[in-house]
């Protein structure tokens, strides 16, 4: 168990600073053959919290908060960490035209069935971007 839960914190440290990464021009240069090792991370940590009882689970967060430079994402992130990446990659705007056909080819999870997650998280962002452009018109109107 030492082995495993060792290597479950250390990947879900690697997967908040791919989290902190995925928000910034870097991801201009990522290929897919990265997205797929992020692909087996995500798959792991979902796999592992979600078989650890809650007390494995609590004391697993609070070693990779105590080990992270970085604020550590939430058990719900986490427990659909491929879902939360792949969403977040797709509303970088560096991310190349190759890695966003890989994504849209790839947006499958355990933990979303459903086939139309893509077009619901797609319409989603649309219409985050909508409102913040039409708040930030309004704003200048009031300048």
Do not use: G
């Amino acid at each position: 168990m030492k082995e495993n839960t060792d290597t479950l914190i250390h990947t879900i440290i690697t997967y908040t600073k791919l989290l902190k990464q995925s928000d910034t021009p870097s991801v201009a240069t990522w290929q897919p053959a990265f997205i797929e090792r992020c692909i087996d991370w995500c798959v792991f940590i979902e796999s592992e919290l979600t078989v650890l009882k809650e007390d494995e689970v609590a004391y697993v967060l609070q070693r990779a908060k105590d080990q992270s430079p970085l604020p550590i994402p939430p058990l719900s992130t986490l427990l659909d960490a491929l879902h939360s990446l792949f969403k977040l990659l797709l509303q970088n705007v560096y991310m190349s035209h190759t890695l966003y056909l890989y994504i849209l080819e790839h947006y499958q999870f355990l933990t979303h069935p459903e086939s139309d997650i893509l077009i619901k998280d797609l319409t989603s962002i649309s219409r985050k971007i909508a409102t913040e452009n039409i708040l930030k018109l309004m704003l200048d109107e009031l300048k």
